[in-house]
T-cell receptor, first 114, second 118 residues
Framework: AQTVTQSQPEMSVQEAETVTLSCTYDTSESDYYLFWYKQPPSRQMILVIRQEAYKQQNATENRFSVNFQKAAKSFSLKISDSQLGDAAMYFCAYYETSGSRLTFGEGTQLTVNP | KAGVTQTPRYLIKTRGQQVTLSCSPISGHRSVSWYQQTPGQGLQFLFEYFSETQRNKGNFPGRFSGRQFSNSRSEMNVSTLELGDSALYLC?????????????????FGPGTRLTVL
């Protein structure tokens, strides 16, 4: 079974600084997708960024970028120029196309200090 | 386009009762997935429905069931509630792919239903 591990239960960053959230996963599949979701206090899950496993280029969405290391099964999220609105729980997730399901990590609670 | 809606947003039940939660997907979306979120177990996949058929199921007991209607709206039912069923139940809708690497389509999540079992 695929597993996703986020080893940082909590992280904090100063406003305007950069922070990196870590994620590792385990799979025997060669084709899959990886995601970072944000869940603010409202509990609404919001997709932050996605990465297709077959793509070597790391995905970027404005201030958010990933470092995808397929051989190491590592998928970290870098948030640049952190803003107060970035404060939330962040989940790393794996999607197996055969199973049509998302497998989530435990989450990392990000605090942004003014 | 309206987002995914879930009703009710909050629910309080007692042990032994049963509960039905509803999810209306985004218009045009035919796949609905359900997830349970608890502090102890995190986010776990319950099941996925497509074209009124359960296409995938997670590791939950038979007390958890669901269905999907012809308009793609989905309901999930939990019978004989236990204290451990207290959770945030999230549903997500998507336009399902036809298989293969390109089959992923983004899952859009609803706001969730907070179930408390006393």
């Amino acid at each position: 079974a695929q597993t996703v591990t986020q080893s940082q239960p909590e992280m904090s960053v100063q406003e305007a600084e950069t922070v990196t959230l870590s994620c590792t996963y385990d799979t025997s599949e060669s084709d899959y997708y990886l995601f970072w979701y944000k869940q603010p206090p409202s509990r609404q899950m919001i997709l932050v960024i996605r990465q297709e496993a077959y793509k070597q280029q790391n995905a970027t969405e404005n201030r958010f970028s990933v470092n995808f290391q397929k051989a190491a099964k590592s998928f970290s999220l870098k948030i640049s120029d952190s803003q107060l609105g970035d404060a939330a729980m962040y989940f790393c997730a794996y999607y197996e196309t055969s199973g049509s399901r998302l497998t989530f990590g435990e989450g990392t609670q990000l605090t942004v200090n003014p | 386009k309206a987002g995914v809606t879930q009703t009710p947003r909050y629910l309080i039940k007692t042990r032994g009762q049963q509960v039905t939660l509803s999810c209306s997907p985004i218009s045009g979306h035919r796949s609905v997935s359900w997830y349970q979120q608890t502090p102890g177990q995190g986010l776990q996949f319950l099941f996925e429905y497509f074209s009124e058929t359960q296409r995938n199921k997670g590791n939950f007991p038979g007390r958890f069931s669901g269905r999907q209607f012809s308009n793609s709206r989905s309901e999930m039912n939990v019978s004989t509630l236990e204290l451990g069923d207290s959770a945030l139940y999230l549903c997500a809708s998507s336009i399902p792919g036809q298989g293969g690497l390109s089959s992923y389509n983004e899952q859009f999540f609803g706001p969730g239903t907070r179930l408390t079992v006393l």
